[in-house]
């Protein structure tokens, strides 16, 4: 079978209405895997949210890349190294200036745990619709890195979230207010 060029008449035996359908189809069935790759990770934001607020801390520990947000924090307060992570709150500050005088070098480790990811989002003000209508960012930075800003006020300034895919699963590598 020849290569139909779209100048040209599809082979003997197929209608350009059955070329249409078959391109149809592929093209449909391709807005469709792009629609659930974008949904994909609002279904971790959802399960990381229900599990924070039913302390159910095997969730938690799955959904949570504990050593990359604690790896991103500590490249944030070394000035030498790169770090993804944007401007930080003033509280932000303040906390982990009392953990450094508190724990000393074991400051992050101390300070970022499931309990600390938990108590991020028992920030969010309560809403009918939940977690969504808080979001007040949302962009993929890359196929793999979801980066989502989420307001908490007035308890607290917005939350920064990034979600990253590994392997066949999204987890948070980042988070911090």
Not at 3 to 15: A, D, T
Request: charged content about 20%.
């Amino acid at each position: 079978m020849r290569l139909c060029l779209c100048w040209e008449k599809p082979p003997k035996g197929i209608s350009w209405r059955s070329v249409g359908r078959i391109l149809g189809v592929i093209l449909s069935i391709l807005m469709l895997c792009t629609l659930l790759y974008g949904v994909w990770p609002y279904l971790t934001l959802w399960r990381l949210e229900r599990a924070a607020h039913q302390d159910d801390w095997e969730t938690l520990a799955e959904l949570v890349d504990l050593g990359r947000v604690r790896a991103e924090i500590q490249a944030r307060l070394n000035k030498d190294q790169a770090s993804v992570i944007g401007a930080v709150s003033d509280g932000f500050i303040a906390w982990i200036e009392t953990g450094i005088h508190k724990y000393g070098r074991e400051a992050i480790p101390s300070l970022v745990t499931l309990s600390w990811v938990r108590d991020q989002f028992a920030r969010i003000p309560d809403h009918a619709l939940g977690l969504w209508v808080a979001i007040s960012g949302v962009f993929f930075a890359a196929p793999d890195d979801l980066r989502l800003q989420i307001e908490r006020a007035p308890a607290a300034g917005p939350l920064f979230i990034r979600l990253e895919r590994q392997g066949l699963s999204w987890r948070t590598t980042m988070i911090y207010d």
